[in-house]
């Protein structure tokens, strides 16, 4: 294996470790859950700005005032989902909050039916109940632990 090929698979098992141990972190941290957040996205921005600023140059002076402003509005949706996921795990289990914060998909599947006409096939519809069972399960689980639990639920499914 080439060492170029060798980095990739490095920063790609990086990335995965990061994730995965990212809930239990946060569970961890003392810090308000929209600080949490906020740093999050400030600190992947900077790492991820020097890299679209000197290989995306062009493409971003190209952008028209549409694009900008549509990627304005996808930031602020994707502070608002961490901010309410990471305040979930104030409130319920660590388990219960990543399960129902990544059935994301199915989300998008609708909305991407719903406003684009794209086609949802059986796999995709496979997915989709296996995914709304899941939650199912987790959320009368959730409800079996209180009220506190299950708003934290909620929190991870926002």
Not at 10 to 33: M, N, W
Not at 40 to 67: C, H, M, Y
Not at 74 to 95: E, N, P, R
Not at 130 to 157: C, D, E, P, R
Request: glycine fraction near 4%; include cysteine.
């Amino acid at each position: 294996m080439s060492t170029s090929m060798t980095k990739r698979y490095l920063v790609l098992a990086i990335g995965v470790v990061s994730v995965a141990f990212a809930a239990i972190l946060i569970r961890l941290a003392e810090a308000p859950s929209i600080v949490i957040a906020a740093y999050r996205l400030t600190i992947a921005a900077l790492i991820v700005a020097p890299f679209a600023l000197t290989r995306a140059r062009n493409e971003l002076a190209q952008l028209s005032r549409r694009d900008i402003l549509l990627a304005i509005c996808s930031g602020a949706f994707l502070a608002l989902h961490f901010a309410l996921w990471i305040a979930s795990l104030q409130y319920t289990s660590v388990t219960s909050s990543v399960v129902l914060v990544t059935i994301s998909p199915i989300f998008v599947a609708v909305a991407s039916f719903v406003l684009f006409r794209e086609k949802i096939n059986a796999r995709i519809i496979t997915g989709i109940a296996i995914s709304i069972t899941g939650a199912i399960v987790i959320g009368y689980n959730s409800w079996q632990l209180g009220v506190t639990s299950v708003k934290g639920s909620i929190l991870a499914a926002s």
